[in-house]
C-alpha cells in the first residue's frame, strides 16, 4: 500500500476519532476518553506493529476493498427492510474446506479501520472523518463485561455500520476472484438468510451520514419539539429516503416529494396563463383568430396520450422547482455539506444519464433552473427505465460513484418543498 500512515498518524487518528487523550507507557499507549469520564482505552505496541505490518502488506481494490495475497476484507451495508441484529453483534463464519475459503461476517478489524480512517481524512473533507458517533447501551455492557477496551473496539461500539466481509484463502488469490467470491458469498446470504448486504465501493457512500450529522441536531437532548405540521405523504417519502443507503432509493424517493405537486402547480400555472390569455387588452373573445391562439397555447402545453390528456412532466418539475427552491439557499445548503459540488455541478454532466452542467453563479436565473430541471429529469429518468438499448440508463452499483454525487442536491430541494409547505402549529 503506497499511502501506510506511521505510528505517530495512527495514534492521531485514533485521538482525533475517540476524543481522547493518549498517554505513552512501555509497552503500550493508554486514550483517556475526552468526553465521558471514566473510561480509558489501550492499546498494546504490539498490536500497532501488526497492524503497520498489514497496512504495508495490503493492497486497495475498488477504493473500499483491503487484500492481501490469502485475504480480503470489504464494508458492506445491510439493505434489509428489519435489520438483522444477529448480523450486527454477531460474527458468522462459514468455511468452504473443498476450496480452502473462509468467510467471516463481523465487525471490522482494527487494520481496516485504520486505514478507513485514515482514507476519509485524507481524500475527504476532514470535517467527514466522523462517522455517526454516538454513546448507547452498547458500550455500557461492554464496559461492564470486558473492563478495559481498545481504541478499535471503542470505535466499533460506538459508530453505526462498520461490517465487513473478510475473505481467507489457503492458495494466492487475486482481487478480482475475491471480488467474485464477495458476491457469491452476499448471494448465498441473501438467498438463505433472506437479508440484503451490500457492498460499499465508496468512501463517498461512507461519508453521507457524517456530512448530515455535521449540518444537523445530532444529539437527542437537544432536539426540539415540532413547530410545525407536514404533508404525511411528502413525510413518508423523505423518511423511506433517509432509512437507507441506496442511492436509487433515495433519489427516487426525494424526486417524489416534488413529484407529489406536479399536477397542482401545472394547473394553475396554465389557469394562471388563460387567465392572463383572456384579461389581456388585446384579446377578444369575438375574434377567432384570438380563441385559435388561445387554444393552441393549451394544446401545447397539454399532451393526448392513448385518449388520455396528460401534461409534460418536465415542464411540471421546473414549475415545483420555481416555485419551491430559492436557489440561494439550495446553494448555501449543498456548501455546507459538501463545499466542492457547487463546482463539480458547473462543470460535470452525470456521467449515466447525461444530466446537463448547472451553474449556479450565473446571473441568468431562468437558465439555472431549465438547467437544475434537466438534469434531475433525465437522471431520474435513467433510474426508472432500464430498457436494453436505452441511450441513458442507471447501471446498479457500477454507476454509483455518479449517483451518490446527485443525492444531496435531490435532498435538500425535497427538504425545501416540505417546509415550504408545511404550517405553523
Known amino acids: 500500500m503506497e499511502e501506510v500512515p506511521s505510528r505517530e498518524e495512527i495514534i492521531t487518528l485514533l485521538t482525533e476519532y475517540c476524543r481522547a487523550t493518549p ?64 448480523l450486527r453483534d454477531d460474527k458468522i463464519e ?35 472523518f466522523r462517522m455517526g458517533f454516538f454513546h448507547g447501551p452498547r458500550l455500557d455492557r461492554a464496559l461492564q463485561e470486558e473492563g478495559g477496551l481498545s481504541p478499535f473496539d471503542y470505535i466499533r461500539l460506538t459508530t453505526f455500520r462498520l461490517m465487513t466481509l473478510k475473505i481467507y484463502s ?102 394562471e396563463s388563460v387567465r392572463s390569455s383572456i384579461t389581456d387588452p388585446g384579446f377578444s373573445y369575438k375574434r377567432k383568430k384570438d380563441i385559435g391562439q388561445l387554444i393552441n397555447s393549451i394544446k401545447r ?43 463539480f455541478y458547473r462543470v460535470n454532466k452525470v456521467d449515466f444519464s447525461a444530466g446537463v452542467e448547472v451553474d449556479f453563479d450565473s446571473t441568468d436565473i431562468e437558465q439555472v433552473y431549465k438547467s437544475l430541471t434537466k438534469r434531475i429529469y433525465s437522471t431520474r429518468n435513467a433510474l426508472v427505465h432500464s430498457k436494453d438499448g436505452e441511450k441513458s440508463k442507471y447501471t446498479p452499483f457500477k454507476d454509483d460513484r455518479s449517483l451518490v454525487k446527485e443525492v444531496p442536491l435531490m435532498r435538500f430541494i425535497s427538504e425545501m418543498v416540505i417546509l415550504k409547505e408545511s404550517t405553523v402549529q
Open 301 to 343: 402545453a397539454l399532451q393526448i396520450r392513448s385518449e388520455t390528456i396528460t401534461f409534460s412532466e418536465v415542464e411540471a418539475l421546473r414549475l415545483c422547482i420555481v416555485k419551491f427552491v430559492d436557489l440561494n439557499e439550495l446553494k448555501q445548503k449543498l456548501e455546507a455539506y459538501d463545499d466542492t459540488l457547487i463546482e
Open 94 to 128: 462459514v468455511e468452504n474446506e473443498e476450496a480452502g475459503l473462509n468467510y467471516v461476517l463481523s465487525a471490522a478489524s482494527d487494520s481496516y479501520l485504520v486505514w478507513l480512517l485514515n482514507e476519509m481524512k485524507r481524500k475527504l473533507s476532514p470535517r467527514d
Open 170 to 271: 489457503d492458495k494466492r488469490t487475486s482481487p478480482t476472484q475475491f471480488s467474485k467470491l464477495t458476491h457469491s458469498f452476499l448471494f448465498h446470504v441473501g438467498y438463505n438468510l433472506d437479508v440484503a448486504l451490500v457492498p460499499q465501493r465508496l468512501l463517498e457512500e461512507i461519508a453521507r451520514r457524517g456530512r448530515i450529522n455535521r449540518m444537523r441536531r445530532s444529539r437527542t437532548e437537544e432536539l426540539d419539539p415540532p413547530r410545525r405540521s407536514y404533508t404525511e405523504d411528502l413525510v413518508q417519502h423523505y423518511l423511506l429516503a433517509v432509512s437507507t443507503d441506496n442511492p436509487v432509493i433515495e433519489y427516487l424517493s426525494y424526486y417524489h416529494v416534488l413529484e407529489h405537486f406536479f399536477e397542482s402547480v401545472f394547473n394553475d400555472d396554465l389557469i
Open 23 to 86: 498517554t505513552e507507557e512501555d509497552e503500550r499507549y493508554i486514550f483517556e476518553v475526552d468526553i465521558r469520564d471514566g473510561i480509558n482505552l489501550v492499546l498494546e505496541k504490539n498490536a500497532l506493529e501488526e497492524i503497520e505490518r498489514n497496512l504495508t502488506a495490503f493492497g486497495i481494490h475498488e477504493e473500499t476493498a483491503l487484500f492481501g495475497e490469502n485475504q480480503y476484507e470489504i464494508i458492506v451495508r445491510e439493505e434489509s427492510s428489519i435489520p438483522v441484529r444477529r
